[in-house]
Nanobody, 120 residues
Framework: QVQLVESGGGSVQAGGSLRLSCAAS???????MAWLRQAPGLEREALAR???????SYADSVKGRFTISKDGAQKTLYLQINSLTPEDTAMYFC???????????????WGQGTQVTVSS
């Protein structure tokens, strides 16, 4: 059974940084992992994804500020977020699937999320 547990969220001031983590269990080695977020009143947004061999892709909106990475055993996924703005305030989710989907809703496995709140 796949289980994804996020951590690392919190309240920060604009311009700050956060590193989110996602502990994965029961995940096949060849699965893609991704970070998604959902702000109040908005659709869930795919931010970044990483293949089993470590190839990363990013949404245009976060390129240059967000970095996705994972440990070699694919047990922990990370998202480094720099230069935070209030517009980054959202619930951030870890997700996984056999395929590396571009759209958030296509991922079959989700964590419970970790809240990021950015104040100006």
């Amino acid at each position: 059974q796949v289980q994804l547990v996020e951590s690392g969220g919190g309240s920060v001031q604009a311009g700050g940084s956060l590193r989110l983590s996602c502990a994965a269990s029961g995940l096949p080695d060849d699965y893609c992992m991704a970070w998604l977020r959902q702000a109040p009143g908005l659709e869930r947004e795919a931010l970044a994804r990483i293949t089993s061999d470590g190839t990363a892709s990013y949404a245009d909106s976060v390129k240059g500020r967000f970095t996705i990475s994972k440990d070699g055993a694919q047990k922990t996924l990370y998202l480094q977020i720099n230069s935070l703005t209030p517009e980054d305030t959202a619930m951030y989710f870890c997700a996984a699937d056999r395929h590396c989907w571009v759209r958030a809703h296509q991922y079959n496995y989700w964590g419970q999320g970790t809240q990021v709140t950015v104040s100006s």
